[in-house]
């Protein structure tokens, strides 16, 4: 094989590599020798067809095959030999070649840049603590008393109030006429609690079991259904059941009914829980900080190709969030007017992912096998359980997978390392001054780190929900923008690297609930044990820009 280099610009590089005709008819030969055992055809014993009959078979695919496989050795051959590291997969093109010829092939890449020596020496942080409160215990003690009430069947004759639980049969109509999804059975109402269209509720207060009625509602202009929007309705109202909250408050008993001892123990668990919530709030300030710091030191020369990988995975975030917006036109002639900004983010995560990856070689940080297993399961659980198998196999088998889901543990190892070099100060403050700081420095995360192994090839997807900057945010992101995956999930399953369509295991898809804002027209907003998580996800808001 000989290899010609022709350009060297920069972190561009380009060669052409000629592989003589005679290695690859040697593969076609050896080929051939393999498979012909194997060839039967009409005439002739199981193994004895003539090689020139076989050759005219299977030549032309054994020549293709040849070829291709002559074509990757040899690139990895140049990679090799020249001591390149590809910021992304080489663009490889075959500008002559065929049967008896010299194959030339055309090989274009960009190399990562050689990082200078990152200055960790002399970090100082500010580490903002918050103490959680008993209010905050008393507030998290309601919402599960809220979420753990339990009814019991009403008196005969007991006229329904504020509170109770009401169970109806219902149908609903529009100028007369049942409408699709109107119709339901056993539908269990709080009455009081807000969860359907205004007026619903109110008007079934005072029925008993038993009772029918016909209510008179009107639904919401911005109501999910396109067909019922701001519409005038009737429901043909059944009430089967009236229940009363059982009373009880939050207690030792409370406590014992959730398989804890006393309620000391539970108020524990529970001041536990929001310690653990703040303390993360509080990582995420300072990692936001240190990234800061960081960016303000480094500066060197970073793949345009990898920054336009990551740009094209913000951009396509920002146009998916834009057109849900009320005006998604003004939304998106809103984002286009800060097109640079973006991209300035998206040159400043690859250079903090690359200074990340650079830090944690040098100083020997590593994700072990027993934390590499690990992740791997998380990742599995995403798909049916017949296919999780298959999933673990393949993430095994591909280098590059197992790098994109070892790299977010890789960068909070790497932050971590960095924390204990830092001079850490800490100062109290409030959940809300916490909050608002973060705020403050919101930026733009849900990059890539490029730690050991990976192979850079950045044709995946990130979660860049929290990753840009907020519309009606100040305009200057040069400084603020953080980098890799600060919100990205843990273990993040590849995208583009999977298996191919018939070999990937597909996904679970969630069973949506039946839920009366879609299935059974009264419901405004359906509370989660209705199933609202389902029907209407949140929307996500943009970062903002510092």
Same mark, same amino acid.
């Not at 207060?205 to 911005?222: H, I, Q, S």
């Not at 973060?438 to 890539?448: K, L, N, R, V």
């Given at each position: 094989?000989?290899?010609?280099?022709?350009?060297?610009?920069?972190?561009?590089?380009?060669?052409?590599?000629?592989? #003589?005709?005679?290695?690859?008819?040697?593969?076609?030969?050896?080929?051939?020798?393999?498979?012909?055992?194997?060839?039967?055809?009409?005439?002739?014993?199981?193994?004895?067809? /003539?090689?020139?009959?076989?050759?005219?078979?299977?030549?032309?695919? *054994?020549?293709?095959?040849?070829?291709?496989?002559?074509?990757? @050795?040899?690139?990895?051959?140049?990679?090799?030999?020249?001591?390149?590291? /590809?910021?992304?997969?080489?663009?490889?093109? +075959?500008?002559?070649?065929?049967?008896?010829?010299?194959?030339?092939?055309?090989?274009? *890449?960009?190399?990562?840049?050689?990082? #200078?020596?990152?200055?960790?020496?002399?970090?100082?942080?500010?580490?903002?603590?918050?103490?959680?409160?008993?209010?905050?215990?008393?507030?998290? *003690?309601?919402?599960?008393?809220?979420?753990?009430? &339990? =009814?019991?069947?009403?008196?005969?004759?007991?006229?329904?109030?504020?509170?109770? +639980?009401?169970?109806?049969?219902?149908?609903?109509?529009?100028?007369?006429?049942?409408?699709?999804?109107?119709?339901?059975?056993?539908?269990?109402?709080?009455?009081?609690?807000?969860? *359907?269209?205004?007026?619903?509720?109110?008007?079934?207060?005072?029925?008993?079991?038993?009772?029918?009625?016909?209510?008179?509602?009107?639904?919401?202009?911005? =109501?999910?259904?396109?067909?019922?929007?701001?519409?005038?309705?009737?429901?043909?109202?059944?009430?089967?059941?009236?229940?009363?909250?059982?009373?009880?408050?939050?207690?030792?008993?409370?406590?014992?009914?959730?398989?804890?001892? &006393?309620?000391?123990? +539970?108020?524990?668990?529970?001041?536990?829980?929001?310690?653990?919530?703040?303390?993360? +709030?509080?990582?995420?300030?300072?990692?936001?900080?240190?990234?800061?710091?960081?960016?303000?030191?480094?500066?060197?020369?970073? /793949?345009?190709?990898?920054?336009?990988?990551?740009?094209?995975?913000?951009?396509?975030?920002? @146009?998916?969030?834009? &057109?849900?917006?009320? !005006? #998604?036109?003004?939304?998106?002639?809103?984002?286009?007017?800060?097109?640079?900004? =973006?991209?300035?983010?998206?040159?400043?995560?690859?250079?903090?992912?690359?200074?990340?990856?650079?830090?944690?070689?040098?100083?020997?940080?590593?994700?072990?096998?027993? @934390?590499?297993?690990?992740?791997?399961?998380?990742?599995?659980?995403?798909?049916?359980?017949?296919?999780?198998?298959?999933?673990?196999?393949?993430?095994?088998?591909?280098?590059?997978?197992?790098?994109?889901?070892?790299?977010?543990?890789?960068?909070?190892?790497?932050? !971590?390392?960095?924390? &204990?070099?830092?001079?850490?100060?800490?100062?109290?403050?409030?959940?809300?001054?916490?909050?608002?700081?973060?705020?403050?420095?919101?930026?733009?995360?849900?990059?890539?780190?490029?730690? /050991? !192994?990976?192979?850079?090839?950045?044709?995946?997807?990130?979660?860049?929900?929290?990753?840009?900057?907020?519309?009606?945010?100040?305009?200057?992101?040069?400084?603020?923008?953080?980098?890799?995956?600060?919100?990205?999930?843990?273990?993040?399953?590849?995208?583009?690297?999977?298996?191919?369509?018939?070999?990937?295991?597909?996904?679970?898809?969630?069973?949506?609930?039946?839920?009366?804002?879609?299935?059974?027209?009264?419901?405004?907003?359906?509370?989660?044990?209705?199933?609202?998580?389902?029907?209407?996800?949140?929307?996500?808001?943009?970062?903002?820009?510092?």
């Amino acid at each position: 094989m000989q290899t010609v280099e022709t350009l060297n610009e920069g972190l561009k590089r380009a060669y052409r590599i000629t592989i #003589p005709s005679s290695e690859i008819d040697a593969r076609v030969d050896g080929e051939l020798k393999k498979v012909a055992p194997q060839i039967r055809m009409p005439g002739f014993r199981p193994g004895k067809v /003539p090689a020139n009959l076989v050759r005219k078979m299977h030549g032309p695919a *054994l020549q293709q095959e040849a070829l291709n496989t002559a074509v990757q @050795e040899g690139v990895q051959q140049l990679l090799t030999e020249q001591k390149l590291r /590809p910021a992304m997969q080489p663009a490889v093109e +075959l500008e002559e070649g065929g049967p008896g010829q010299d194959a030339v092939v055309r090989v274009e *890449l960009e190399t990562l840049p050689d990082v #200078p020596e990152p200055q960790i020496e002399g970090l100082t942080l500010e580490r903002l603590t918050v103490e959680p409160t008993d209010a905050e215990v008393d507030e998290a *003690l309601e919402r599960m008393a809220q979420g753990q009430k &339990s =009814y019991d069947p009403a008196p005969e004759g007991h006229e329904a109030a504020t509170g109770d +639980l009401v169970v109806i049969d219902y149908v609903g109509k529009v100028a007369g006429k049942a409408f699709e999804g109107g119709t339901g059975d056993a539908m269990r109402v709080e009455l009081g609690s807000g969860r *359907l269209i205004p007026g619903f509720e109110d008007q079934l207060v005072g029925v008993k079991a038993g009772d029918e009625r016909t209510l008179n509602v009107t639904f919401p202009d911005d =109501y999910p259904a396109e067909n019922l929007k701001g519409k005038d309705a009737t429901f043909d109202v059944k009430v089967t059941e009236v229940q009363l909250p059982r009373e009880g408050g939050v207690d030792d008993e409370f406590a014992k009914a959730m398989g804890l001892e &006393s309620l000391e123990q +539970l108020r524990g668990l529970l001041k536990g829980q929001i310690e653990q919530e703040l303390n993360g +709030l509080t990582r995420t300030h300072m990692k936001r900080k240190l990234l800061d710091r960081l960016a303000e030191s480094h500066s060197f020369e970073v /793949p345009p190709s990898m920054v336009e990988a990551e740009f094209s995975q913000i951009w396509q975030q920002l @146009e998916h969030e834009a &057109s849900h917006e009320e !005006d #998604p036109a003004a939304a998106l002639a809103e984002i286009e007017a800060e097109r640079e900004d =973006y991209r300035a983010i998206a040159e400043r995560r690859v250079r903090l992912g690359l200074l990340l990856s650079e830090i944690g070689t040098r100083n020997n940080v590593q994700v072990n096998q027993n @934390e590499m297993n690990q992740l791997i399961m998380q990742a599995a659980q995403q798909y049916r359980p017949e296919d999780r198998q298959r999933f673990v196999e393949y993430v095994r088998n591909e280098p590059m997978a197992a790098a994109q889901l070892r790299a977010p543990l890789f960068e909070d190892k790497v932050v !971590d390392f960095l924390f &204990s070099k830092a001079e850490v100060t800490d100062r109290a403050v409030s959940r809300e001054e916490l909050q608002a700081e973060i705020e403050s420095t919101e930026t733009g995360t849900g990059g890539h780190v490029h730690g /050991p !192994d990976c192979n850079h090839d950045h044709d995946h997807d990130h979660d860049h929900a929290e990753g840009k900057p907020k519309k009606k945010a100040a305009k200057k992101a040069k400084s603020a923008e953080a980098a890799p995956s600060e919100e990205a999930p843990a273990a993040e399953a590849p995208a583009a690297e999977a298996p191919a369509a018939e070999d990937k295991p597909a996904k679970k898809p969630r069973a949506k609930k039946a839920a009366p804002a879609e299935d059974a027209a009264p419901a405004a907003e359906v509370s989660a044990d209705e199933g609202a998580a389902e029907a209407k996800p949140a929307k996500k808001s943009r970062a903002k820009k510092a």
